[in-house]
């Protein structure tokens, strides 16, 4: 079973994120499926050629923007990496660019292979609202951007029971 162990706000700079765009009708359960094209691919290798955001805790992204009033025509799901915002943009790939600012984290450990830690959304939520960062930043579309951040060694160093840390993080709004 997945727990929420920390919770805390950080501030990220403006950064352009590069990466490849789905939605809900590439979903099959999820979007693992994709996450598997990616290493197959090697898509992050090529982007991982551009040298990636210095001065950032980084790591594979997964990024979440919908407006939570019509989740199903608007959501979206990028994978990718951060950069600096004025990173070109390689061929094939995407990019969004975001506005420097805070972020919540919360720290969700658990298991990988059972998938506990991927449904954690609304307790993350609750998180956030209870450490008083309910206040979620959103975009002219009116859409709020979270993401799954897959840091290393948090996410790839297992402790003695298999379980790991993946990052959830919203754009907050400022205050």
Known sequence: MAEIIKVYKEHLPSLRFIGKCYTNADRVGGFGHK???WFQKGWFEALGNLGGAPDIE???LGLMRCDSSNFENTFEY???LFFPSDTSVPSG??????????I????????EEDG??????????VGFQESG???FKTDQENRVCFFERYNCPRFTGKDEQGR?????CVYLAEQ
């Open 133 to 135: 960062m309910g206040n």
């Open 104 to 111: 919540g984290v919360c720290w969700i450990k658990g298991s």
């Open 116 to 125: 506990s830690i991927y449904g954690m959304h609304d307790q993350c939520v």
């Open 78 to 80: 990028w994978i990718g």
């Open 35 to 37: 996450w598997a094209e």
């Open 58 to 60: 980084n790591g594979y």
């Open 164 to 168: 790991v840390i993946l990052d959830y």
């Open 93 to 102: 790939y995407d990019s969004i660019d975001l506005d420097g600012g805070p």
